[in-house]
């Protein structure tokens, strides 16, 4: 698969510049009065230079040169040395992110998701999961397939989730049901290792296709899968680039779909911690949203606005 970068003008949304700026003046007013000074320093520079000029000008045709143009000009000039001190000293106020923080992910559904898939040790193969309906692993474990977050507490009430990390995606899923229409399964693997998640990603598929049915998003099971898009290829989860490089190359879709970046949720609560710093990345410069299921009770779904909305970038 050929992956894409977000370059060029693909990467601005102009129509949302007014509801930024407006957050912004009213979240983070030091940033505004940062532009100010900025502005300020400009302008005393421009009148400083004006000033020389006219003073070099005089002194060139043997001109008596006016005090009130020394004053001035002097004026200036440490008007925009004290100012560009105090740009200085407060520029950590262009270097913060603005974070909100704990949304609670049942207040705003979003219609695609993201999982970083762990590998299970349970289900090993396709066969071993219907369609539709109670899925029997054990003498013990029996999923109705019904109700996501129901099943996840019955499987952490079993004790399966120390081989059942997939009760974090139900659990991830369950909130965004209402508005759901596609979910993107990411898995990790490579040729000089283990195989990781990624041979997993079809019995995921299987596996959570009925709770789609249950929930009325499609009539059977086989509809249902064709929400669920198993991304084709296979990640090291602890290789930062490679992680973020996929994560571009699925927003690019996404792009020429019409897909807007609102409506995307990337959840992070699966796979390594470089892949989850990788998506923090990639959510920064956007509208997507990041997804993070509490490991300790109650062990609810909360989503995180982060984003970079003043510049420059900290480059140090």
Known sequence: MKK????GFRRFHFSSYPKRLWSLMRERPEVIVGIFVMLFIGLTLELSAVGIDHIFEKHLNHEPVPKASLWFTGTCLILAFFSSAVAWLARDAFLKLQVQPCIESSTQPKPYLVFFVSPQKILTNEDQIPTEGLLQIDDIIALERKSPKDDADFLDRTKATEHWPWSMILRGIDPHLSKLERIYLLGSG???SKPGSFVQLEILRRFLSAYL???GKKVTGSG???MIVTWSVPMD???????YDNLEALHGQLEEEGVKDCELCVDITGGQKPNSAAAGLFTVKSDVLIQYVQ????????MHDVRMLDWPDKAE
């Open 4 to 7: 894409t970068s977000r370059r």
């Open 190 to 192: 490579d040729k000089k």
């Open 213 to 215: 049915v249950a929930a």
């Open 224 to 226: 249902a899968g064709q």
């Open 237 to 243: 989860f602890e290789n930062f680039e490679d992680v």
């Open 295 to 302: 490991t300790n009770l109650p062990k609810s779904a909360g």
